[in-house]
């Protein structure tokens, strides 16, 4: 069995970091956060998202990751935003190129 080191899902952009990148991360993905939420138009700015707080800690003390990344990747899912043509999710920095190329389904 392969043995992988642990990872740890940052909360803000839902890709996966090791324990000690994760720390270098999360405030460049913060401060890029904020430079592309201040492009949008205002209708599609979104709140700062807040890191979760989860306090779980295991009977070795330390904690634990699964439930962490859980509530880490439960809040980068919650920025996502729906086209309002095909329900589809996405950023909102995307959001606004796929609505270029979005077609409502023509009943046949």
Same mark, same amino acid.
């Given at each position: 069995?392969?043995?992988?080191?642990?990872? *740890?899902? &940052?909360?803000?952009?839902?890709?996966?970091?090791?324990?000690?990148?994760?720390?270098?991360?999360?405030?460049?993905?913060?401060?890029?956060?904020?430079?592309?939420?201040?492009?949008?138009?205002?209708? +599609?700015?979104?709140?700062?998202?807040?890191?979760?707080?989860?306090? %779980?800690? %295991?009977?070795?003390?330390?904690?634990? +990751?699964?439930? +962490?990344?859980?509530?880490?990747? %439960?809040?980068?899912?919650?920025? +996502?935003?729906? &086209?309002?043509?095909?329900?589809? %999710?996405?950023?909102?920095?995307?959001?606004? *190129?796929?609505?270029?190329?979005?077609?409502?389904?023509?009943?046949?």
């Amino acid at each position: 069995m392969i043995r992988h080191p642990p990872t *740890v899902v &940052c909360y803000i952009c839902g890709r996966e970091y090791g324990t000690k990148s994760i720390f270098i991360h999360e405030p460049q993905c913060l401060k890029k956060w904020h430079n592309e939420n201040n492009l949008l138009p205002k209708e +599609l700015r979104r709140p700062e998202p807040k890191k979760p707080e989860v306090r %779980t800690i %295991t009977a070795k003390g330390f904690y634990d +990751l699964d439930a +962490l990344n859980e509530a880490a990747w %439960t809040s980068a899912q919650s920025q +996502l935003v729906p &086209c309002n043509i095909c329900g589809r %999710t996405f950023l909102p920095d995307r959001l606004i *190129v796929h609505q270029r190329s979005c077609k409502p389904k023509v009943a046949k």
